[in-house]
């Protein structure tokens, strides 16, 4: 069993920062990708950004210049630096975490998201 849970959502005003953790635990042997999706109301979830276990990371191109992702391979984290934070950028974020464990040799765990309000 492998378990992912977010934090750091909340409400913030355009022009401001917040920063997303994530959390993997359970029977881990591997950690190959951790990602963050968005989930705004009534559009498709999206993935706004990507780190491999090399180090090499992904954006989608709305966020490029004002999100960083970044990760704590000791600690199993992700973790999502978002800066000039826009309306559009409201949503729920998920994370994403590709693994393995002694009875799967891949295996993508959801969380269960964090909202994400970007509000005057």
């Known amino acids: 069993q492998v378990q992912v849970v977010e934090s750091g959502g909340g409400l913030v005003q355009p022009g401001g920062s917040l920063r997303l953790s994530c959390v993997a635990s359970?029977?881990?042997?591997?950690?190959?990708?951790m990602n963050w999706y968005r989930q705004a109301p009534g559009k498709q979830r999206e993935l706004v950004a990507g780190i491999f276990s090399d180090g090499s990371t992904t954006y989608t191109d709305s966020v490029k210049g004002r999100f960083t992702i970044s990760r704590d391979n000791a600690k199993n984290t992700v973790y999502l630096q978002m800066n000039s934070l826009k309306p559009e950028d409201t949503a729920v974020y998920l994370c994403?975490?590709?693994?393995?464990?002694?009875?799967?040799?891949?295996?993508?765990?959801w969380g269960q998201g964090t909202l994400v309000t970007v509000s005057s």
């Open positions: 994403n975490v590709e693994t393995s464990t002694q009875i799967q040799r891949y295996l993508e765990v």
């Open positions: 359970g029977n881990i042997i591997n950690i190959y990708g």
